[in-house]
């Protein structure tokens, strides 16, 4: 049985294959620590380092490549963000769709002083950015918003949000672009996005354990390192360095992950994002173009609409549990997905599906039409078997 991978939203396969070829390539021919030593081995290895930073930097237009420091994924950035940037006091506000990678170091801060502000989203998702003006206060710090939901692909206005934080420069604007990196379009400067975290598994088809975050200039001083030690630079002070990226790079890095994550960005910078966009358009108004004649057993949740969310639709087929069908898709049709709360309870909750959950196909470059129609097709055979059943 050939196996169809619909689960892209919480990893990317397959990965281009320059992916796994710069990863054997530095394994095989260089292997040393980047930025510890001044052998030729050495500065070929932080030369591959730097030249992710300038392909993301390009990806993302910041002009500055060192303001990007590298990470293990985007719940490091996000807890570097969060917890070295938020004190006792501060207000801060974030939605009702967000990933528990914004939400449970929130609400652990909140338990320490933090005042948390969860702007409502609709029963699809979408968050009116006005919503948040309203609740700004004089003492908000941060808005931290999702780009796009894990849960339903709702795109959120961070544009919109971001210029009406305009007038308010003391309030600093995070994007947790887990979601989006690659997939849509990230201008840090046009979207006003002072910290931007990223994963590098996702649509960047980097590998797992690689990530990073983006620090306007001049915030490194306001936001404290997560953890400190060896760094390479400096190494004559005890104390940790103060300047980008090295303030928050601490330890050997994964050298060879990010050599795979410089030749996925390389893939989608060479294929352009919106080439990337237009591929997963097509595949989810194919797909719910295939769902319409499913309405009476298949409930959709979030947009319905390929213009408005990313490859990512969450459903249910009524009278069966999301775990029960996600095993029916893979035990007799190959399709992997991913049933459940997708570690965002407060997505389910503003769309109505917690504690229950959804199934989630989330479609990637790589799926075709067939796929698309191979999926539809499974799910007819679900609705028809249960009703088989029912009668």
Same mark, same amino acid.
């Given at each position: 049985?050939?196996?169809?991978?619909?689960?892209?939203?919480?990893?990317?396969?397959?990965?281009?294959?320059?992916?796994?070829?710069?990863?054997?390539?530095?394994?095989?021919?260089?292997?040393?620590?980047?930025?510890?030593?001044?052998?030729?081995?050495?500065?070929?290895?932080?030369?591959?380092?730097?030249?992710?930073?300038?392909?993301?930097?390009?990806?993302?237009?910041?002009?500055?490549?060192?303001?990007?420091?590298?990470?293990?994924?985007?719940?490091?950035?996000?807890?570097?963000?969060?917890?070295?940037? *938020?004190?006792? +006091?501060?207000?801060?506000?974030? #939605?009702?769709? /967000?990933?528990?990678? !914004?939400?449970? $170091?929130? &609400?652990?801060?909140?338990?320490?002083?933090?005042?948390?502000?969860?702007?409502?989203?609709?029963?699809?998702?979408?968050?009116?950015?006005?919503?948040?003006?309203?609740?700004?206060?004089?003492?908000?710090?941060?808005?931290?918003?999702?780009?796009?939901?894990?849960?339903?692909?709702?795109?959120?206005?961070?544009?919109?949000?971001?210029?009406?934080?305009?007038?308010?420069?003391?309030?600093?604007?995070?994007?947790?672009?887990?979601?989006?990196?690659?997939?849509?379009?990230?201008?840090?400067?046009?979207?006003?996005?002072?910290?931007?975290?990223?994963?590098?598994?996702?649509?960047?088809?980097?590998?797992?354990?690689?990530?990073?975050?983006?620090?306007?200039?001049?915030?490194?001083?306001?936001?404290?390192? *997560?953890?400190? +030690?060896?760094?390479?630079?400096? #190494?004559?002070? /005890?104390?940790?360095? !103060?300047?980008? $990226?090295? &303030?928050?790079?601490?330890?050997?890095?994964?050298?060879?992950?990010?050599?795979?994550?410089?030749?996925?960005?390389?893939?989608?910078?060479?294929?352009?994002?919106?080439?990337?966009?237009?591929?997963?358009?097509?595949?989810?108004?194919?797909?719910?173009?295939?769902?319409?004649?499913?309405?009476?057993?298949?409930?959709?949740?979030?947009?319905?609409?390929?213009?408005?969310?990313?490859?990512?639709?969450?459903?249910?087929?009524?009278?069966?549990?999301?775990?029960?069908?996600?095993?029916?898709?893979?035990?007799?049709?190959?399709?992997?997905?991913?049933?459940?709360?997708?570690?965002?309870?407060?997505?389910?909750?503003?769309?109505?599906?917690?504690?229950?959950?959804?199934?989630?196909?989330?479609?990637?470059?790589?799926?075709?039409?067939?796929?698309?129609?191979?999926?539809?097709?499974?799910?007819?055979?679900?609705?028809?078997?249960?009703?088989?059943?029912?009668?």
């Amino acid at each position: 049985m050939e196996i169809l991978y619909l689960d892209n939203a919480a990893t990317s396969f397959p990965k281009p294959d320059t992916v796994m070829a710069a990863m054997i390539a530095y394994q095989q021919n260089i292997g040393a620590n980047p930025g510890r030593s001044g052998h030729g081995r050495s500065v070929e290895a932080g030369r591959i380092v730097f030249e992710t930073r300038e392909a993301l930097a390009r990806l993302f237009h910041i002009e500055d490549p060192l303001r990007i420091a590298l990470t293990k994924n985007a719940t490091e950035s996000l807890n570097i963000v969060l917890q070295g940037g *938020l004190k006792p +006091g501060d207000s801060v506000i974030t #939605s009702g769709m /967000e990933h528990n990678s !914004v939400m449970r $170091p929130l &609400r652990f801060l909140e338990g320490r002083g933090v005042e948390l502000s969860v702007v409502p989203c609709s029963p699809r998702g979408e968050l009116e950015p006005d919503d948040v003006r309203k609740a700004l206060r004089k003492n908000t710090r941060m808005v931290v918003l999702t780009h796009a939901s894990n849960v339903t692909g709702t795109i959120l206005p961070v544009e919109a949000v971001g210029a009406l934080l305009r007038d308010r420069p003391e309030v600093l604007f995070c994007v947790d672009a887990a979601q989006t990196a690659g997939a849509l379009p990230i201008d840090v400067e046009k979207m006003r996005i002072d910290l931007l975290a990223f994963t590098g598994h996702k649509s960047l088809f980097g590998p797992q354990g690689t990530g990073g975050l983006y620090i306007r200039e001049g915030l490194e001083n306001k936001i404290s390192p *997560l953890m400190m +030690g060896g760094t390479g630079s400096r #190494s004559e002070f /005890e104390q940790q360095p !103060v300047f980008m $990226p090295d &303030r928050y790079e601490s330890g050997t890095p994964n050298t060879i992950g990010i050599a795979g994550l410089g030749a996925g960005v390389s893939f989608v910078l060479e294929q352009t994002v919106g080439t990337v966009r237009d591929q997963e358009e097509r595949l989810i108004s194919r797909f719910l173009s295939g769902l319409r004649d499913l309405r009476d057993d298949v409930i959709v949740y979030g947009p319905q609409d390929a213009s408005r969310q990313t490859a990512v639709v969450s459903f249910n087929i009524r009278d069966v549990s999301a775990s029960d069908a996600a095993s029916y898709f893979e035990d007799n049709r190959g399709i992997l997905c991913r049933p459940g709360l997708h570690c965002a309870p407060s997505a389910h909750r503003t769309i109505g599906t917690f504690p229950r959950g959804t199934i989630r196909f989330s479609f990637g470059f790589f799926n075709t039409q067939r796929d698309v129609d191979d999926a539809c097709a499974a799910l007819r055979e679900l609705v028809k078997r249960k009703g088989n059943h029912r009668s």
